[in-house]
Each structure stands twice: as structure tokens, then as C-alpha cells.
């Protein structure tokens, strides 16, 4: 009875007795589960991954699959679609809801009207009713491949999709890779070192322009020293579609603006309260100083503003990854819509389900803690 005294003592004991309740519950719940199971003679664990699916994917750009391949081959290209529009959406998301959200804040009264509207009515009507008007859009009022909308040379836009050129593959195109990585590693460093200068001496460098210098020029520089070997694959009207060069399906096109558009309107709030959580007095100093408004932004709002931002921003990384999941609905080819295929077909809902619940909270927790981590990073340290 003497360690009940202690605080710290009573503290971990109602922790241990919590987690312990937990697992018990668990551990009921999985022998429950089990038990119903055998007794109905349903099968259960993932041996059924290794056998073949027997249905096609209408969508695999980074990954071959055909019906004979087995069902856990099937689940990563449901997988790799998943994060391919979750990837893209959240890159194209945030730039479209940084300047929704500066656009409120404009002093263009036309523009900070529109902005406003833009918001409150894609924030206030649902996403899956977005993603149904987007696909009708797409689907019902483009024309046909042989009447394509030709805005760009080798560019078409039909109810088939975008078409647009491709790259020809070629061995030189993983060492740009490379050099881009390597570029972008002294980037980072030439803006380190810019910022301890900066804080020593007080004057400027322009690290942004030059590490974009450094991390273009250098993979600019192997493409011309290789004979800048470039070939694009034109995509060609073969039949009653298009053939060759890089197609967007509707599906993929219906899902990912719906997603970015539905998001950047979060995200547009969201930058407008950091930027306004920023006090007066730091624009105020910015002009004393003779910074334009542009340099102001960019040195003295932002940076302040992003300690706001981010948290918030994170959120809407998460939900607009999970939302991802209504691709079912219009039929694009994701993890959930997958999944729920092999379950129609095997009978394994359980562990598709825990598949499924999985891979989410693993994707989750992945942009969580890159986001916590980028946090921390912009957290004013006491000295």
C-alpha cells in the first residue's frame, strides 16, 4: 500500500490496468470471432493473397496485372492507385488553397468576392455529390475520342479522358532522378547556410532562387551533356479511343479534381487564419523596413504564419487521403473498391476489412509524423 501513495506508482497502475482491459476485450473479441467462424466453416486467415483473382483492373500504370495474377497483387495496385491520387491531390491541393486563401485576402474586391464564393460552396455541398457532377461533366458533355477537344498541340480532351504525350523511356532518365535528388540535398544546405549568414550579418541571399538554380541546372546540365535524348510519345486516335502517350481516365480525372478542389477550399480558410493569426504589427515593421509586399510575405508572414497552418493542414492531408476512398463510387480502380471486390469473391470480408483498415491507418500515420516532424521544425526554440 506504501507505492499507492505515489502518484507517479497510481498513475502507471490504472495504465496497466486499462491496457490489460483492452487486450482482454481483444483477445474476446478475436476467439469470439474465431470461434463463429469455424463453427459456420468459414475460411479465414490471408492464404487466399496467394491465390489467383480472376478479375481484370481497368486501371495499373505502375504496375503489370492481368486476371491470372493472385489477389495480393491485385490489393497493391489498389494500393499504388491509391497513393498515386492521394499524392498528386495533396501537391495540387495546397497550391490551389494557398491561393484561394490569398485571394481572400486580396484587396481586389472582385477576386476576394469569387474566392469567398468559391469557398462556402464547395465547403457546404458534399463530396460525393462533387465527384457525381465532375463525372457527369467529364462523361456526358465532352465529346467522343473522333470529335476531341484539341486545346493543345497533341493534347485531347473527350468523355474517354485526357490524352496528352508521353516520354519515351531511357536509361539516362534514373540518373537525372538521381542528380535531381542530389541537387535538391545542396539546395538544402545553400539555404541552411543562407539563413546562419543571415542571422549573423543581417543581410539577405536569394537561397530559394539559387537552390532552384542548383537543383534544375544540374540535371539540365547531364540532359544536354548526354545529347538531350527526348522522345515523346504522341498519343494517336486508333478505333474508338486513343492509343499511346499518357491517358487520364475519367474515373481518375472525376476523382482527383473533386479531392482537390473539395480540399484546397479547407485549405484556403485555413492559409486566410494564419496569415490574419499573424500580428499587425509584424506587416507594419516589414514596411518601415521597405520590404514589398512580396518580400514581406514571403520573409515575415509566412514563416510566422506556418506555426498556424500546419497543424490544421495536416488534417486535411489525412482526410483528403481517406476520402479518397469514395472513388468507389464512380469506379475508379482503389485499395477499397479492390478490396471489396476479392471480398465479393472469396467470402473473407474480416480480413479484407483489416486490409483495408491497415494500409489506411499506416498511410495516415505516415503523413502524420513527416508533418509533426516539418512542425517541429518551424517551433520557435527558446534560447
Not at 495474377?69 to 488553397?97: E, F, M, S
Request: aromatic share 10%; charged share 10%.
Amino acid at each position: 500500500m506504501q507505492i499507492l501513495r505515489s502518484g507517479r506508482s497510481r498513475a502507471l497502475l490504472f495504465q496497466f490496468l486499462a491496457l490489460a482491459a483492452v487486450l482482454g476485450a481483444l483477445a474476446y473479441l478475436v476467439h469470439n470471432t474465431m470461434a463463429n467462424l469455424e463453427t459456420r466453416k468459414i475460411a479465414s486467415g490471408f492464404a487466399f493473397l496467394a491465390r489467383e483473382a480472376g478479375f481484370e483492373i481497368g486501371e495499373s500504370p505502375f504496375l503489370a496485372y492481368s486476371a491470372a495474377d493472385h489477389y495480393g497483387r491485385a490489393l497493391l495496385v489498389g494500393l499504388l492507385n491509391t497513393i498515386r491520387v492521394a499524392v498528386v491531390g495533396i501537391v495540387l491541393a495546397t497550391v490551389l488553397g494557398t491561393l484561394v486563401g490569398l485571394a481572400r485576402l486580396s484587396s481586389n474586391w472582385l477576386l476576394a468576392r469569387l474566392a469567398s464564393i468559391y469557398v462556402e460552396v464547395i465547403r457546404n455541398v458534399p463530396l460525393l455529390v462533387q465527384l457525381f457532377f465532375w463525372y457527369v461533366v467529364i462523361t456526358e458533355n465532352l465529346p467522343g475520342p473522333r470529335d476531341a477537344a484539341n486545346p493543345l498541340p497533341n493534347v485531347f480532351l473527350s468523355n474517354r479522358g485526357i490524352a496528352m504525350p508521353g516520354v519515351e523511356p531511357h536509361p539516362l532518365y534514373g540518373w537525372l532522378l538521381i542528380t535531381f535528388i542530389a541537387g535538391l540535398i545542396v539546395a538544402g544546405l545553400v539555404a541552411r547556410w543562407a539563413r546562419a549568414r543571415q542571422a549573423r550579418s543581417g543581410q539577405p541571399f536569394a537561397s530559394f532562387w539559387v537552390g532552384c538554380g542548383i537543383a534544375l541546372g544540374l540535371p539540365l546540365a547531364v540532359f544536354l551533356v548526354a545529347g538531350a535524348p527526348l522522345q515523346l510519345d504522341a498519343p494517336q486516335l486508333s478505333g474508338f479511343n486513343f492509343e499511346g502517350g499518357v491517358v487520364l481516365t475519367p474515373e481518375y480525372a472525376t476523382l482527383l479534381i473533386g479531392l482537390v478542389t473539395y480540399t484546397a477550399a479547407f485549405i484556403g480558410e485555413i492559409v486566410r487564419a494564419g496569415i490574419l493569426a499573424v500580428q499587425r504589427g509584424q506587416f507594419e515593421a516589414a514596411n518601415a523596413l521597405g520590404l514589398s509586399r512580396r518580400l514581406t510575405l514571403r520573409l515575415v508572414v509566412l514563416p510566422q504564419a506556418l506555426r498556424v497552418i500546419i497543424p490544421p493542414l495536416t488534417s486535411q492531408y489525412l482526410n483528403l487521403t481517406k476520402n479518397s476512398s469514395l472513388a468507389v463510387a464512380i469506379g475508379y480502380p482503389d485499395l477499397v473498391s479492390i478490396a471489396n471486390t476479392s471480398i465479393n469473391q472469396n467470402g473473407q470480408a474480416i480480413e479484407g476489412i483489416a486490409i483495408i483498415m491497415a494500409v489506411y491507418l499506416s498511410v495516415s500515420l505516415s503523413i502524420s509524423a513527416f508533418m509533426n516532424w516539418y512542425n517541429q521544425r518551424l517551433a520557435l526554440v527558446e534560447r
